[in-house]
RNA sequence: GAGCCGGUAGCUCAGCUGGAUAGAGCAACGCCCUUCUAAGGCGUCGGUCAAGAGUUCGAAUCCCUUCCGGCUCACCA
């Protein structure tokens, strides 16, 4: 348990003690001037009791004040009571994290949760549509982990919808030559005629004609129903293609820090279909509208319109909702899970929705495990505007990456990193200021892309972060090269030492938190505070010529705790470190 | 028409399970490098929390109404 939740349970031992049952909350003081912490519990304690808020208050603190945890126990105002902790305290909660900073970690309930993030469609290039849902939901993936939740993460490629048809049309024009467009051809290998850089030709064009074209279109339609029904030549052709257009998805997730423990896609999800629809059928649950199967989502505690949800169209071809289901039936065939959650655009809430009504109301899903949509904000163009993500003409991400880079590579300092790590410093310092950037708005909230707002270099920033911290190290690494030893926590000197032990303080908080929440914004805000409260506290002390020499070990103590600390927030954000900078 | 999300400093955004004096970064203006990496630190300026009404000891936060913006609502994903 950590020393904050330790704390907090103290305090609620004695309220509890005092005859009040509740759950009290320590938080941080809004007015520092009165105490490093309040509990507001008092006046909620009032209203259920019938007392006087203040004699509450004053019950509470005559306890506190016996504790030697706590000292300057005040009560203000209507019945807040202010406490700050002793230096006592203080010092033993650094001894007690400065081994291992998963002391300061308050591990979540033991369960097994699928991450469904990434999204990518196969044989189109990433575009800055799908930056959100691979930084979000690997962060996600990461902090889970931290907490103690087993993860399995899937990248859902989006490989069976129409794209499949409008690609293998357009090649049958281009290359049709190749033996899996010719009549009789049972499956023998080809080479594919195909780079990387063609596909990212081929799909637009076949997109854009489409939309001109009524015919193309729904040849189109045809061949995707032909590819979802194994028609040999098509299938074949579409996974030459998806194995090709893998590798470079793989390369742009991979700038990314996104790591993937499944490269399953829609496909994947083809053999269970049949198994799906049968199970639907055989309850009753589907019936014929318009030609197309549907399904009822709608429950009786419903004012509101719910639409019913579309299995397999008229023509026979099936849907995302089709695929979303089976893979939903075909992943808690295969693992023992608890929950799964979906991290993808804001504008999927109702998809999801239906698609978690009808698996929970046909029983692929048990009641006891948890489907959660976690959706975030649309990403919009400077203009306000929705940004397209099938219209084509969009940024691809790694020219949005590479944009960045440019503008690290310019401010990089050449007296202190080698020619030879300076692409590579680059690199990840681009990667940071973007992760960084994206990761600090709340999860939900619309998203405006601007290339400019990413470039940003100072202040709040991932290089900021980045430079914080490698400058710790390089301080940590001096003393070790002077051969200071560090070991004991001692001695707190100032407000500038203090205030980084309380914000340390407050890091389990912020993890949990962020977990509840799904959003990583409160972690980015932490490791900024974190951060700045640390710097504020270096600028003002010159640690390494300290002539105190258990002030100086103490110092050192503290700062491998932030150094060690800002590595680990970093890591759950996604965000590389490089050596110098 | 129905539903969802949003409107907080010039800009970008936190804060929303009700708590004391609403925060941060950027931008603007000043100050601090012979000394552990100045991509740093310190300070100043900046607000009728869209509007109105309500709930109560207390509202940016909860309820209602209105205005403004965005999105979604069966054969795309």
Known sequence: MSTFKYLEKEINDIVNKKGYETDI?????????????QVNDAMKLAKMYHKNPVEIANDIKSELDNNDNFVNVNIAGA?????????????NFINNIKDDIN??????????????YGGANVAKALHVGHLRSANIGEALNRLAKVLGVKTISDVHLGDFGLQAGLVVLQMSIMYPDLPC???GYNGEDFELPITEEDLKVIYPT???????????????????????NNHIGYSTLWNKVSELSKKDIKKTYDRLNAKFDLWEGESDSFQYIPEVLKILGDKGLTYISEGA?????????????MPP???????????YATTDLATIYGRLKRFNLDEIWYTTDIRQELHFTQVFRAAYKSGIVNDNIKLGFYGFGTMNGTDGKPFKTRTGGVMPLDELIDLIKVECRKRLNENIVEEEKREETSETIALAALKYADLLPFRATDYIFDPAKFSDLDGKTGPYLLYSTIRIRSLLKKAKQEGIDYNNFNIINNNSD?????TLLQLPNVLNRSYEAKSLNEVAEYIYKLTSTYNKFYSENKILTCENKDLKESWLVLSNIVYNTNMMLLDIMGINVPEKM
Do not use: C, H, W
């Open 498 to 502: 203090k205030d980084v032990i309380l």
């Open 79 to 91: 019945g807040f009571i202010n406490i700050s902790l002793s230096d006592k305290a203080l010092i």
């Open 293 to 305: 199967t549907v399904m009822d989502v709608k429950e009786d505690s419903d004012d509101k319109e």
């Open 309 to 319: 949800i579309l299995l397999q169209k008229s023509d026979g071809a099936y849907l």
């Open 206 to 228: 076949a997109s854009s004609r489409s939309k001109e074209d009524e015919d193309f279109l729904n040849e189109a339609r045809q061949i995707t129903y032909q590819i979802q």
């Open 25 to 37: 909350t320590l938080s941080l003081s809004n007015r520092p001037d009165l105490g490093q912490f």
């Open 103 to 116: 002391n300061n970690v308050d591990k979540v309930e033991s369960k097994t949760i699928l991450l469904d």
């Open 181 to 183: 467009f010719k009549e």
